[in-house]
């Protein structure tokens, strides 16, 4: 069936791609002259023919709503708009009704699968009418992995059904790969262990522990045995705050969750505020030796404390 | 080739027929006379071919400390004994030098894969010296998964190394079921999603998050979409509590693994002493209500607290 | 000086007399006939003479927002009203704006002590202008603590900043609450101790953990040594989901106060979804056993399992 | 009354002051001559009149250990051994059978206080029996603070009870320690408290926060409002290893202490494995930019990624 595509970045271009591939016909638009197909939204409404099916594939926020708002003057009754990028579940009722009052249906998309997806399939979570989904099947059929449909797509309820499906996958996720670093890191620390990565290889297969994160964190760690090779700073995209939001309005409590997310946030810290209180407190009550932090001449900060002796007793 | 097997339960019965469908000659060894190939371990070790090779499968700790006592005594120069149970790690290089006293060499084995072990292969991490592991090559192939050796089986390093890079294993396993945990309660309790064992299935394939560990969420899900007829009630066999101590051993923070433990502790409580606390404290200085705990009439506690009114400040 | 108090319960029925005894002029006003001064709003804006001060100390959410709209109408330019409720943060600029449209002033004071307060004074924390704080210094200095006055009131800056400061107090407080408590249970679950509220008590004088709160937690002790009176159900009032989401906004890792109120929502559930979905896990690959949710009869749930034996290896 | 006092540092020495100042007998014996009273072990034991009670004040661990050993020799029949250091409470039952077996006793105390016990006075926990505590009570009396005994002093219960309390009490303490420390954070990453030594300073009186820990935080902000010329590098002394060790053994579940302890081991890390994996998990699927480890020029690590464009939707 034909579609227009709206932004062909990492995923919007590998997803142009994959429905390609499978027959579809894909018009696809973003401001980079060099990968559009067409020039303007105008254009891209010019060329579909209606009732028109146009997915938005755009950074979540502003660049979406704003998106959505073009839209709604291009397109007419009768057409379909779907957000599949990684919009927050609560834009999506606004955009819906917004779009709604020109005739133009609305399903949000929440799409995992990262840059393998292109190759592999994506998994898909759609929220919207029953109708809507029906009516863009084949193109799910087509993004969504070989295999018995229901393994790789859900129709997992109203509009906002299937960022909020993502936004919980996301947050599962950052979980998931917490719980492998730090198992990782044990495994590092510990000098029984002598080779790491054939360890991580050998519960690819067999084990309870298996899945794809563990297949990729194998992959980096065949060019880089150590990964000394990175920092140990992780950005985050926003989901796995999303998710802890929900979770404290409906008092669900994650601690996992949670505890991967502050780790992400503690590993962009150059020096914790939190972390010097403590130390200044330890300080205060025991005589214990602290660290300076590293003056401006560059030098390392030097261990300073009362004079030693024999006897704290504090912790 | 020819191997002892000890401990005929879940673990070892599989794997005895595993071993044997791959055409090794396994003599099983078992306290239950329905089960057993021989009546004893004296009979085990003279059915056996000097020089022996011993599997053994019995609950750690105790049970398999003293089989290896046993063993030593009936086993002689030249044969080989492999744990592969769940013991702890600190537990083999005594058990390798008792048994070395005798000339009997010794490898730890972790061994994970659970019932399903039978038919997929079982993941194994071993710990010893490369001779005896390449002695024991066949037995491994034969009990590791299809594909390419390294997929699902690993030197882990000197004797002692299986059972520690099991134990992380498990650790890790904690931390990614308690993630799952918390998604599907997250999904649950957010009304948005209408099908959570549907969303759950679709992010079988595709998505970032697939693993063995969803599918057999999945799985569960299909025959209780709720989970209604579980109790929350959850064990722990041992070995998330020893990754936290060696994690505690060597400075290693891992948040989301003990975050993963203590949810399991909690599911075990009727009424935490801790949040009767919590829940005292309030009461002191807050004037809140609190449950009194249930009568021994069994009547549900009621909320007591000081005659209510606007204007409570704190939390 | 002459003030309104609007909201006479627990702890505005406790300033009232604390601001009287220390000889100001204090008119109160709640809806209920038997504690309130005046009978209604605008009786209360007659009896104060211009330019008039009101307190208002009613629960947070739409009761505080609809009285400061109530405000704006029976109130005048020149007049002060100061919200000493639990508001959020993000309230108090809406409301400022709104008074401040008929030309009435607002401050907001985050107010902290409990029912204690009406004898040892509140701890006060101001947001606003200096001009205002200066006009109310009177009634500050009347509700704090005897002492200096730095260490029972602080203007912490701009409107929002009172309630602000609170709000981060009470996320510290749950950290404080569940260390105490968490230290209750390890030295109850242990046998070695045979006085339990007896260390609580030497703890009271000269050690590093001595303060109000394990002071409180003493006291209610004395009555109820293992508390087993009370339920382990424990409520939150709003600013300890608000710390965290705050902190999640500016990316600040918040792991003690998290898990804190994490372990509230789990006091409250009778059963954990999450933790039915670990047991399922288990189940599912270990053939462990898992109890059965109780039946409609009341009958204990049962251990249900595959048949035993040795050698299960999984977590 | 006659004390010997093992151990002249910031604990012994202060103690050996109050001690002195209370009007008992204090002997101190300490390896630094500028210190010490007596030149060696056996010359104390010549000093003191028998049956003697000497205070054991040196770092726990090994140097307690080989102290209470080489008491066993020098002692007799009668003595009493009292260790007042932070001995792991598992040491105290074999400390105390070596001197029993001598017809020496034992006790074991924990003190709390740090340097300002020199002042204030120490909080003290005693395991041991109630004929030697009671033997000991003038120095108990002279050592704790001012007022009520059962204030500063506890009979925790038998040998190890007092250590183990005292264990609990620096658990407890890492978790109050980390509550302000965030609030701390918190207070200081949203710019709308304008002065946030202020705002800690107000909490000192009154507020349900308030406490000894506090105190200290303002005193420490008094000279760095900041804290900006402290490092975040925070030491452990191993009683919150203990406490988390202790829980695990009791299936005690410690989300706070526990978070709190891994704070400080992250705060040692200057990189992360783990969340370097993460890192490198991201790269993997979603053609994240990460950041490459410093340069050993020392220039600071780029970003690196895939081309950039529109569309990501990876956590």
Redesign the interface.
């Known amino acids: 069936m034909q579609i227009g595509l709206i932004?062909?970045?990492?995923?919007?271009?590998n997803m142009r791609d994959r429905l390609r591939a499978a027959g579809h016909d894909v018009i696809g638009y973003?401001p980079?002259p060099e990968v559009t197909d067409v020039d303007s939204l105008t254009a891209l409404a010019a060329a579909l023919t209606a009732p028109r099916v146009v997915w938005v594939?755009?950074?979540s926020g502003e660049?979406t709503r704003s998106t959505i708002r073009a839209l709604a003057d291009v397109l007419e009754d009768g057409d379909l708009v779907i957000d599949?990028?990684?919009s927050r579940?609560t834009d999506d009722r606004p955009n819906a009704a917004l779009l709604g009052e020109h005739g133009i249906g609305f399903l949000d998309v929440g799409?995992?699968?990262?840059?393998?997806?292109k190759e592999?399939?994506?998994?898909?979570?759609v929220?919207g009418s029953r109708e809507n989904v029906e009516r863009t099947m084949p193109i799910f059929d087509a993004l969504?992995?070989?295999?018995p449909r229901?393994?790789?797509?859900?129709?997992?309820?109203?509009v906002?059904?299937g960022h909020?499906?993502?936004m919980?996958?996301?947050?599962?996720?950052?979980?998931?790969?917490?719980?492998?670093?730090?198992?990782?890191?044990?495994?590092?620390?510990?000098e029984?262990?002598?080779?790491v990565p054939?360890?991580l290889?050998?519960?690819?297969?067999?084990?309870?522990?298996?899945?794809?994160?563990?297949d990729?964190?194998v992959?980096?760690?065949q060019d880089?045995p150590?990964?000394?090779?990175?920092?140990?700073?992780?950005?985050?995209?926003?989901?796995?705050?999303w998710?802890?939001?929900?979770?404290?309005t409906?008092?669900?409590?994650?601690?996992?969750?949670?505890?991967?997310?502050?780790?992400?946030?503690?590993?962009?810290?150059d020096?914790?505020?939190?972390?010097?209180?403590?130390?200044?407190?330890?300080?205060?009550?025991?005589?214990?030796?602290?660290?300076?932090?590293?003056g401006p001449s560059g030098t390392p900060?030097d261990i300073a404390g009362?004079s030693?002796?024999?006897?704290?007793?504090?912790?």
């Open positions: 932004g062909l970045g990492r995923m919007g271009g973003d980079r594939m755009v950074p660049a599949g990028g990684n579940y799409v995992s699968g990262g840059v393998w997806g592999n399939g994506y998994g898909l979570m929220g969504r992995p070989e295999g229901e393994e790789g797509f859900a129709h997992a309820g109203p906002g059904a909020f499906a993502k919980v996958h996301n947050g599962v996720e950052y979980g998931l790969m917490q719980a492998y670093a730090e198992g990782f890191e044990l495994l590092s620390a510990a029984l262990v002598t080779n054939a360890v290889q050998a519960w690819s297969r067999g084990t309870v522990v298996r899945s794809w994160l563990l990729l964190l992959l980096a760690l880089d150590t990964l000394a090779k990175l920092d140990d700073y992780v950005e985050d995209s926003g989901e796995g705050r998710t802890i939001e929900e979770a404290i409906h008092a669900v409590p994650l601690p996992v969750i949670a505890a991967a997310l502050f780790a992400r946030f503690e590993s962009r810290q020096s914790s505020p939190a972390m010097r209180a403590v130390a200044a407190l330890r300080q205060q009550f025991g005589g214990h030796a602290v660290k300076h932090a590293v900060g009362p030693s002796g024999t006897g704290s007793t504090q912790g």
